[in-house]
C-alpha cells in the first residue's frame, strides 16, 4: 500500500519574542549554538487522521507555528517532523524508522533530546514493541489522558518520568450542553400547554410527541474498549441527565481496521452519512432530538447528511463544527505550541510535568457556540 509521509525539517531558534496568539503565555527559548538543530520533535498522526477540520489539524496547526519562530530568531535549536500514513503498516513503519534515526541529518550527531508526540492515547500500543530502543534523552507526551493513563504508559514503556500527558477537557461545555438542552425541553412543554389552552392543539391528540432527551446517540470514531475517553463528554452527560439513556455507537464497529486506512475514508464518511438518517428516525417516532458525535474527519458525513435539510435535530459536534449545529472546540495546537517551547527551556530530560489538564469556560483553550437564555 502506498504511503505518505510528510516530512518537515524545521530548524528552528526559539528568542522570547512575541509570536504568539492571546492565548499562548510560553516565552519562546533561545537557542545554544548556531551548528545544527540539538533538539527534535516528532508528532505522529493516526492514518485518516489528518484532514477532519478540527483535532488533527488544529494540532498540525501548532506544529507549523513551531515553524514560525525560525522567522523571527536564528535557527539551530529544533527539528520538527510530523509523521502520517494512509494506512496503519505505514504508520508502524514510521514509528521504527524514529528509533533508526535519532541523529541529525545535517550534522550526524546524535541530538541532545528528542521528544515524540502521540495525538491519541492508543498508539502506545504501536511504540511499546519499539521500548527498548528508547535513549536516555528521549522523552514522549501523549495527548487525551489523565494522570492514570500516564502512569501506566510510563510503566509500560519503561520511561518513569520521561514519559508526559496533555489534555483538554469539554465538560464546561457539554454541562453548558446539557442547561440548553432543559431549556429547550421546558420552552416545548410550555409551548404546547399555551396551545392547549387557546384550543390551537388538543391534549388528547395521539400524534403529539413532547420533546425529550429520553435517548442520546453518542457518536464515537474508536470502539470503547480500544479507547478509554478523557473528555469527560460521557460522565457529564450521565451526571446532567440523570434519565438518559446514552447509546454509545463507534465507526470502528462496522469499518474494523479500515478506520485506520486513508483509502477507505469514503466509506467512512458514508457510514457517518447514516447516522444522521438514525437521528432523523429517532426523532420522529420518540422525540427525542439531541445528540453528541466525536468522529474525527467523518463528522463531515454528517454535516452532508443534513445540508439542505428542514431536520430539528441537534448535534453537539468535538473538535468539528458543521453548518447548523453545535460545537465545542479544544485548542490543542496552542497547548502543543507552548508546551514544546517551555520543554525547550526546561533544565533537563524528565522535567516537564507529568500530566497537565485545561479546560473550563471561558478558558483559553475552550470555546463553544451554546446560546443559553441565561447569557
Not at 31 to 44: E, H, L, N, R
Not at 273 to 280: F, L, N, Q, S
Not at 283 to 300: K, M, N, P
Not at 326 to 341: D, P, S
Amino acid at each position: 500500500m502506498k504511503s505518505k509521509f510528510f516530512f518537515l525539517m524545521l530548524l528552528v531558534a526559539a528568542i522570547a519574542t512575541g509570536c504568539s496568539k492571546d492565548n499562548d503565555d510560553s516565552e519562546v527559548p533561545s537557542p545554544k549554538t548556531a551548528t545544527g538543530a540539538t533538539m527534535s520533535v516528532a508528532v505522529m498522526f493516526a492514518p485518516g487522521q489528518l484532514g477532519d477540520m478540527g483535532f488533527a489539524d488544529n494540532v498540525l496547526e501548532g506544529v507549523y507555528r513551531l515553524k514560525v519562530l525560525d522567522r523571527q530568531s536564528q535557527p539551530d535549536t529544533l527539528d520538527v517532523d510530523y509523521l502520517a500514513a494512509d494506512d496503519l503498516e505505514s504508520t508502524k513503519e514510521m514509528v521504527e524508522s524514529w528509533f533508526q534515526n535519532p541523529y541529525n541529518p545535517y550534522t550526524a550527531k546524535l541530538y541532545e533530546r528528542r521528544l515524540l508526540v502521540l495525538t491519541e492515547p492508543f498508539m502506545v500500543d504501536w511504540v511499546e514493541p519499539f521500548k527498548e530502543r528508547f535513549l536516555e534523552s528521549d522523552e514522549v507526551l501523549v495527548m487525551k489522558v489523565n494522570q492514570d493513563d500516564v502512569a501506566k504508559a510510563a510503566q509500560r514503556l519503561g520511561l518513569g518520568n520521561r514519559l508526559h500527558g496533555i489534555n483538554i477537557s469539554a465538560a464546561s461545555s457539554v454541562r453548558r450542553y446539557c442547561q440548553y438542552i432543559k431549556q429547550a425541553i421546558q420552552e416545548a412543554e410550555e409551548e404546547h400547554k399555551m396551545a392547549v389552552e387557546t384550543g390551537e392543539a388538543s391534549a388528547d391528540d395521539p400524534d403529539y410527541k413532547p420533546l425529550n432527551c429520553n435517548d442520546m446517540f453518542l457518536f464515537r470514531l474508536y470502539e470503547p474498549d480500544m479507547v478509554t475517553y478523557r473528555d469527560s463528554v460521557y460522565e457529564v452527560l450521565s451526571e446532567e441527565l440523570a434519565k438518559t439513556d446514552v447509546l454509545i455507537n463507534s465507526l470502528a464497529t462496522t469499518v474494523g481496521d479500515g478506520i485506520f486506512s486513508g483509502e477507505e475514508q469514503n466509506s467512512i464518511l458514508q457510514e457517518a452519512y447514516k447516522y444522521g438518517k438514525v437521528m432523523d428516525d429517532l426523532y420522529d417516532e420518540e422525540g427525542s432530538r439531541f445528540h453528541f458525535a466525536d468522529l474525527g474527519s467523518a463528522t463531515q458525513g454528517l454535516g452532508y447528511y443534513f445540508l439542505g435539510k428542514d431536520s430539528d435535530v441537534e448535534v453537539l459536534t468535538l473538535d468539528v463544527e458543521l453548518a447548523s449545529q453545535l460545537c465545542v472546540r479544544r485548542e490543542f495546537g496552542a497547548v502543543l505550541y507552548n508546551w514544546a517551547a517551555q520543554w525547550m527551556r526546561s533544565d533537563a530530560v524528565g522535567t516537564m510535568p507529568a500530566i497537565q489538564v485545561f479546560g473550563g469556560w471561558n478558558s483559553n483553550y475552550v470555546s463553544d457556540n451554546i446560546e443559553l437564555e441565561s447569557e
